[in-house]
């Protein structure tokens, strides 16, 4: 069944178009690949999706609901969570206590003492549990990229979408986060997956769309999608004769 719709979407930056009439469905239980070169127009499909920027035009539907125009503080309680490339801790928190403000604001807000209990729950999930009483500035890169992911999951959400989590960390963390983000639909949540690591999204994706110079590329099975001569010339880098 579909989760999520996004019907002709469209975002214009004064004269710039950055997405241009672009469709994406999820369907419930899905991880769903996005990819595409550089300024292709990811992050900011992502941006309309969780309502930090409105769209231009086109319709965005959720859970059956139409959520073009919703706030993302609705959204967010509709259950739509996100993460961001570089992440966004709030500083002056302990690692516990940024999940925990996840937890008070999600779909099912709760007081501090039980977002709390809630908050350290998650970070045993993603890895952080010896961490939840440490300042966030004391973090590893992998270990924020993680802190994000459990930031999106505190809201408890039907859809998390992940805008690159695993940049920037070694083989064996990414492999953790690839662990991890499968974990995700056996805990019930819809993922869409922005990463430049090709293989993950290829790994992990029932699905792929690939997006370029803001317009749908192709989509379908990650096999089909790798294979398309477009898709190649457009965000390989050309065809090869491998």
């Known amino acids: 069944m579909s989760l999520l ?32 070169p550089n300024g292709s127009g ?25 959520i073009t125009r919703s706030t993302p503080h609705h959204r967010a309680h509709a259950g739509i969570s996100r993460t961001f490339q570089v992440p966004r801790p709030l500083p002056s928190f302990s690692v516990e206590e940024n999940v925990a403000t996840g937890c008070m604001f999600g779909r099912d807000s709760m007081g501090r003492t039980a977002a709390l209990a809630k908050a350290r729950t998650v970070l045993e999930l993603v890895g ?3 961490h939840a009483g440490s300042e966030v500035g004391k973090l590893t890169l992998h270990e924020r990229k993680f802190l994000e992911i459990a930031r999106a999951i505190a ?36 993922v869409i997956y922005i990463e430049h690591n090709v293989r993950a999204v290829s790994t992990l994706a029932d699905r792929m769309y690939v997006l370029n110079q803001g317009r749908n590329l192709a989509h379908g099975l990650p096999a089909d999608v790798l294979d398309d001569p477009r898709v190649v010339e457009a965000y390989l880098g050309g065809p090869t004769d491998a």
């Open 5 to 36: 719709r996004c019907t002709g979407v469209t975002k214009r930056f004064g004269g710039v178009t950055a997405l241009a009439e672009v469709d994406l469905e999820v369907n419930e239980g899905e991880i769903v690949g996005l990819v595409g």
């Open 42 to 66: 990811k992050t900011t499909l992502l941006s309309t999706i969780a309502g930090s920027l409105p769209v231009s035009a086109g319709t965005i539907e959720f859970a059956g609901r139409d």
């Open 128 to 130: 952080l549990g010896e």
């Open 155 to 190: 809201l408890d959400p039907q859809l998390i979408l992940l805008d690159e989590v695993l940049g920037g960390l070694n083989p064996s963390e990414a492999a953790l986060g690839m662990e991890l983000i499968a974990s995700l639909r056996t805990r019930g949540m819809s």
